[in-house]
């Protein structure tokens, strides 16, 4: 179970296979927003995802437990990391599986 600010996650389908094609899914709108919007405007949408990839997987208000407050994109993106993190420990992925999770890595992601 992934825990992200001492907010215990628990998924209502419990499969890595969904969890995965959610993240393929984020990562296709972040590159979409990347290629059409700039600064701020790019910011604000890439948050909106990151929150809403959250919200769909663990039910509506996730991402008010989990960002306490604070929905800056560098404190999104850390918890995007964190939770890739825990992911990739709990279901005990595959090194392939690994390899595509890598560009979420937080230090990739600060250069959105």
Same mark, same amino acid.
């Given at each position: 179970?992934?825990?992200? =600010?001492?907010?215990? +996650?628990? !998924?209502?389908?419990? &499969?890595?296979?969904? @969890?995965?094609?959610?993240?393929? /899914?984020? %990562?296709?709108? @972040?590159?979409?927003? %990347?290629?059409?919007? %700039?600064?701020?405007?790019?910011? +604000?949408?890439?948050? $909106?995802?990151?929150? #809403?990839?959250? /919200? !769909? +997987? $663990?039910? =509506?208000?996730t991402? &008010? ?17 964190? $939770?890739?993190? %825990?992911?990739?420990? #709990?279901?005990?992925?595959? #090194?392939? #599986?690994k390899?595509?999770?890598?560009? $979420? ?8």
């Open positions: 179970m992934a825990e992200l =600010n001492g907010v215990k +996650l628990q !998924l209502n389908i419990n &499969k890595k296979d969904f @969890i995965l094609l959610k993240m393929f /899914n984020l %990562q296709t709108e @972040i590159n979409r927003l %990347q290629g059409s919007l %700039q600064g701020e405007e790019l910011a +604000l949408k890439t948050i $909106y995802a990151i929150l #809403e990839f959250f /919200n !769909l +997987l $663990y039910g =509506n208000g991402d &008010k437990k989990i960002t306490r407050g604070k929905t800056d994109l560098i404190s999104c993106l850390g918890l995007l990391s964190s $939770y890739m993190e %825990q992911i990739v420990k #709990e279901y005990q992925l595959s #090194e392939k #599986e390899e595509k999770l890598s560009k $979420y890595n937080k230090n990739r992601l600060v250069r959105v």
